[in-house]
C-alpha cells in the first residue's frame, strides 16, 4: 500500500492566545519561541471532566506566560488545569514547567529520563564552562578560537531558558495509558532525540500528539553531547522510527512544530532515507582519518552560522558513532587527541 502523503487537513492555525479545536476536547495552542529556525511551539490542551491537560509548557518567556493568562481565562470555562505533561526536558517543551505546575499547584508529568535530565542540567548551571566540557569539544577538534567561545558561552544557558525545574514529579512510562476526559492515551516512548521522550497515542480515534519526535518539513536533531560523549543517540532515532511505523498510516499526528498533519509513514520512511543517504556520504568521505569538524562540509552544503556549527557537528558525531557501531567506520585517536573516523579496514589496506 502506497504512504499516505503528507497533509494538513486542519487548513488552520491558532492565533497568539487562541486555542483551535482538533477534536472535541482537544485543543492546539501555538507559542512564539526565540528559537531560529523553529519561530513557534505546538502545545495542546486535552479536556477532563472536572479540569484540563497541558501537553508542554513552552519557553521561559514573559510573552508566552502573559499568553497562558489569556487561554487560562477565556478558553478553560471555569475549570482549572489539573495536570501537566511534558514530552522532554527541551526548553521550549519544558521552559515553563516550573510556572505552570506553581501557578495551578499541580504535579509536572514526565518519565523519568526526561525529569532527571532536565532537573540535572538546571542545577549544574555555572558561569564557568566545566573543563570535561571543553575536553570534548577539544577532542572532537575544534580549533583554540572555537574552543574560546565554548569557555566564554559559559554553561547556564540551559537554566536561564527555564522556571525552576520542579523538585518532584509524577512517573509516566512507555505503555501506560493515561485516562484524559473521554479518551486513554497510551505513552509510547521515542528515543535519539532526547533520552525516554514521551508520545501520546489515543487509539480509538488514531491521534498521536508527537512531540519532537515526528516533526513534519524538518527532522528532530539528532546530537551528541557532553554529557555522554560515546551515545549513538541516531540507533535510537531509527529504532524508534521502526516502533511507530507499527501505527495505522491513517494517524492524526499532533507535533510540537509546524502544523498538524497526516502522513506519518511517508515522513519516517523519508527519516530513514535522509539518514541513511547521510551515513552512505561520511563512509564515502572517510577514506582517510577525518574528525567531525573535516565532516561538516560532507553534511551540510549550506554555510553554518555558529550556533548551528555545535548543532550541525552534535548531529555529524552522532552518524560516526552509528557507523562505528555497525563496525564500518574505525575510532582513532590521533596524535594530537582529536578523534578521526575512518572507513573500517582502509588504514590496514594502506599499509600492506
Ligand atoms: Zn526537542
Not at 513557534?40 to 508542554?56: A, H, K, S
Not at 523538585?167 to 521515542?190: L, N, P
Not at 520512511?269 to 561538516?296: G, N
Request: proline fraction near 6%; glycine fraction near 8%; hydrophobic fraction near 40%.
Amino acid at each position: 500500500m502506497k504512504n499516505q502523503e503528507i497533509e494538513y487537513p486542519l487548513g488552520a492555525r491558532p492565533g497568539d492566545g487562541e486555542m483551535l479545536k482538533i477534536r472535541d476536547g482537544l485543543y492546539w495552542v501555538r507559542m512564539p519561541i526565540p528559537i531560529e529556525g523553529l519561530d513557534y511551539i505546538n502545545l495542546y490542551l486535552i479536556e477532563d471532566d472536572d479540569g484540563w491537560t497541558i501537553v508542554d509548557s513552552g519557553f521561559k518567556s514573559e510573552k508566552i506566560t502573559e499568553l497562558w493568562e489569556i487561554i487560562f481565562k477565556k478558553f478553560l470555562k471555569g475549570k482549572p488545569v489539573t495536570r501537566l505533561i511534558c514530552t522532554h526536558f527541551h526548553p521550549d517543551h519544558m521552559g515553563l514547567a516550573g510556572w505552570v505546575t506553581n501557578r495551578w499547584n499541580i504535579p509536572l508529568t514526565m518519565t523519568f529520563g526526561e525529569w532527571t535530565f532536565g532537573r540535572m542540567l538546571y542545577l549544574e548551571a555555572s558561569e564557568k564552562t566545566p573543563d570535561f566540557v571543553v575536553d570534548f569539544y577539544a577532542s572532537i577538534g575544534f580549533s583554540e578560537k572555537m574552543l574560546d567561545k565554548v569557555r566564554a558561552r559559559g554553561f547556564n544557558h540551559f537554566e536561564r531558558a527555564m522556571t525552576p525545574v520542579p523538585m518532584g514529579f509524577s512517573r509516566i512510562a512507555d505503555g501506560d495509558v493515561i485516562r484524559i476526559g473521554k479518551r486513554d492515551w497510551q505513552v509510547i516512548v521515542g528515543t535519539g532525540h532526547a533520552p525516554e521522550h514521551a508520545c501520546l497515542y489515543a487509539a480509538e480515534e488514531g491521534i498521536m500528539i508527537s512531540g519532537d519526535q515526528v516533526l513534519p518539513r524538518i527532522t528532530p536533531h539528532i546530537g551528541v553531547y557532553p554529557a555522554e560523549p560515546l551515545a549513538n543517540p541516531l540507533k535510537q532515532f531509527m529504532q524508534s522510527i521502526d516502533k511507530l511505523s507499527k501505527l495505522p498510516r491513517d494517524t492524526l499526528v499532533l507535533p510540537a512544530h509546524n502544523d498538524v498533519f497526516t502522513g506519518l509513514h511517508n515522513q519516517l520512511d523519508y527519516y530513514k532515507s535522509h539518514h541513511t543517504d547521510r551515513l552512505k556520504k561520511l563512509l564515502e568521505a572517510c577514506d582517510s582519518p577525518k574528525s567531525a569538524i573535516d565532516l561538516l562540509p560532507v553534511l551540510f552544503d549550506r554555510e553554518l552560522t555558529e550556533s548551528d556549527v555545535r548543532l550541525a557537528i552534535s548531529e555529524g558525531l552522532a552518524h560516526c558513532h552509528y557507523l562505528v557501531e555497525e563496525g564500518d567506520l574505525d575510532r582513532i585517536c590521533g596524535e594530537d587527541g582529536v578523534w578521526k573516523f575512518q572507513r573500517h579496514g582502509a588504514r590496514h589496506r594502506a599499509v600492506a
